[in-house]
């Protein structure tokens, strides 16, 4: 199942924010305006897990600085998100993660985004970008253990944005700052021409 190009499934869970267990509605952000990446992984205190949430905290002010919030969720109680959270990173914790953590316990969440394993029940490492309207502009689902790429996750981003301010379209491997393409045929060719005369002086 794709989500792309429809309204992502809402929630009200219960949630980890600071040292606070509170009611996590994800509607709230893009009611506030805001852009949304969400990601699934699968368990508290486990090995690729820790990794992924510390490299978002390490990049949230990015997130941040572009409208954007940061929310996790995973099939864990809000006790265990809140024990892992206490827990030192050397110890294997995360330590202070300054973005909600949502408890998935009843699995419904998972279901919704279609990343929940079929028979371990646990989620998939799912992320969605969720535009201001609260619509699913991007997603990308691993197996359990393949790690996914914060720079990647802003790079979709930028790309959204530049897309909705600009009306253009963003090529492969498009970074902030490069080419892009006006979606007509005429247009389009300005882009192209340009690209083969890069790809002529690098041979």
């Known amino acids: 199942m794709t989500l792309i190009g429809t309204q992502a499934p809402d929630f009200t869970a219960r ?4 040292e606070d267990f509170v ?6 952000n893009w009611k506030n305006g805001k852009y949304t990446v ?4 699968p368990k508290d205190f486990t090995f690729v897990c820790p990794t992924e949430l510390l490299a978002f905290n390490r990049r949230l002010k990015e997130f941040e600085g572009k409208n954007c919030q940061v ?5 864990d109680t809000e006790f265990v998100h809140l024990a892992w959270k206490s827990t030192p990173v050397d110890a294997g914790g995360v330590g202070d993660i300054q973005y909600p953590m949502v ?3 009843t699995k419904a969440i998972s279901e919704a985004y ?7 029940k646990v ?3 799912g992320l969605f970008l969720i535009d201001t309207s609260g619509v699913v502009r991007h997603m990308v689902v691993n197996d359990m253990p393949l790690g996914r790429s914060v720079d990647e996750a802003l790079r979709m981003l930028d790309a959204l944005q530049f897309h909705e301010t600009h009306g253009e379209v963003c090529p492969a491997d498009w970074r902030e700052g490069d080419a892009t393409i006006k979606p007509n045929p005429k247009d389009s060719k300005e882009y192209f021409r340009q690209a083969a005369t ?3 002086r690098n041979k």
């Open 38 to 41: 969400l990601f699934f992984y």
């Open 123 to 125: 989620a998939f490492r």
């Open 71 to 75: 929310v996790s969720v995973s099939t």
């Open 15 to 18: 949630a980890v924010i600071g």
């Open 103 to 105: 408890a998935d316990t």
């Open 198 to 200: 890069v790809t002529v």
């Open 23 to 28: 009611d996590y509605k994800l509607s709230n």
């Open 114 to 120: 279609d990343v929940l394993h079929p028979e371990d």
